[in-house]
């Protein structure tokens, strides 16, 4: 059974197993595909008007599925390995555990953002950038730069305790704990603070190209399970049905055939969370 672990708690061994899995998974070419995956979902988010990945209910649910995955594909290479999550309320300095040379490495140096260590850095040569949106072949991030702080835990609770998953329009800025969460209901805030805090391909499309985008929405998805646990009788998802350019409870959701917001709602199945 796969449990998915703080990162802040992961044995040296555990750290090296989930580093060399995500290694392989990018030597063998498998890792670009989710890049490339997630910048063509946010392209048609962004363009379509039918949100799917993200603005809207199902961001949640989508980001689970692509989650399970990526970590499908990780336990290909290592049965033993799953997805750590980042506490980024907790560990919410560029000095945490998570950005030490033995997990993902720090920030990035002045003048062009390349990070410098680490198993992800360019100058390391297992880590190139090949899915991109500008011409940077190498990692970068400028930690705590655009904005200097991240979400504290008072405002993840303050989002744990709204009572509704998710309410009309269904869109960026929605009254409820989705969009609360995603960080669309205020201005860099939350889910999406988080990417331009990290900066680099973190405030992009191509944000899966930085391993930390795993940890983070791992963390997001365990928000998700903790407000439901808060809120044992609130619909898990909304809405139920009926809703135009909207991913409703039992429609599918591409990229993938059979994928319903419904068949992620038990993530147990899946996986647990320690
Ligand atoms: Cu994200």
Redesign the pocket.
């Known amino acids: 059974m796969t449990v998915r672990k703080n990162q802040a708690n992961l044995t040296a061994a555990e750290k090296k197993a989930f580093v060399d899995a995500v290694l392989e998974v990018k030597r063998i070419g498998v890792y670009d595909e989710f890049v490339a995956a997630h910048r063509l979902r946010f392209a048609l988010d962004m363009n379509t008007g039918v949100y799917v990945g993200h603005f809207g209910p199902s961001f949640l649910p989508w980001h689970r599925k692509f989650l399970i995955d990526f970590e499908n594909e990780l336990q290909k290479i290592d049965a033993s390995v799953s997805i750590p999550y980042w506490d980024w309320t907790a560990d919410n300095t560029v000095a945490s555990s998570v950005w030490a040379p033995d997990l993902l490495g720090g920030t990035g140096r002045p003048l062009d953002d390349q990070v410098m260590d680490g198993p992800f850095a360019y100058s390391a040569g297992k880590w190139p950038i090949n899915i991109q949106v500008d011409s940077r072949p190498f990692l970068a991030r400028n930690l705590a730069y655009r904005v200097p702080t991240l979400p504290s835990r008072a405002e993840v609770d303050a989002a744990l305790a709204i009572p509704t998953y998710d309410s009309a329009p269904f869109r960026d800025g929605s009254a409820g704990f989705r969009a609360t969460l995603e960080g669309s209901a205020g201005y860099l805030s939350m889910?999406n603070r988080v990417?331009s805090w990290v900066w680099g391909q973190m405030e992009s499309s191509v944000?899966p190209n930085d391993p930390v985008?795993w940890l983070?929405?791992s963390f997001?998805d365990k928000l998700w399970a903790d407000w439901h646990a808060l809120h044992p009788t609130s619909a898990e998802y909304l809405p139920a049905g009926g809703t135009v350019d909207v991913i409703d409870l039992n429609e599918t959701m591409p990229p993938w055939p059979n994928t319903t917001p419904q068949s992620m709602l038990d993530h147990t199945p899946f996986y647990t969370y320690a």
Do not use: D, I, T, W
Request: glycine share 0%; charged share 0%; hydrophobic share 30%.
């Open positions: 889910h990417h944000s985008f983070h929405h997001v």
